[in-house]
């Protein structure tokens, strides 16, 4: 790349990893059968507390009372 001057430093991210029991693995240095072997690697789940458990279906009432709504809404303007 041709020199634009000013900052002398180059900014360069610091490798993807993920963290499981094993050591981290180097995402961006394996090969596409390695990367998508990897991918598909189940996630656990995450472990909430009781509260934001509660929070969760209170929101899952409201997206349907919500998605009722308006799908009254729009058959009773037809």
Request: hydrophobic fraction near 40%; avoid cysteine.
């Amino acid at each position: 790349m041709p020199h634009r001057g000013g900052d002398e430093r180059v900014h360069e991210r610091p490798p993807m990893t993920t963290y499981n029991e094993e050591p981290p693995v180097q995402l961006e240095h394996l090969e596409p059968e390695q990367l998508s072997v990897h991918i598909r690697q189940p996630v656990p789940r995450a472990r909430l507390s009781s509260r934001v458990q509660a929070g969760l279906w209170v929101l899952r009432v409201f997206v349907i009372v919500l998605s009722i709504m308006v799908i009254y809404t729009f058959i009773s303007q037809l």
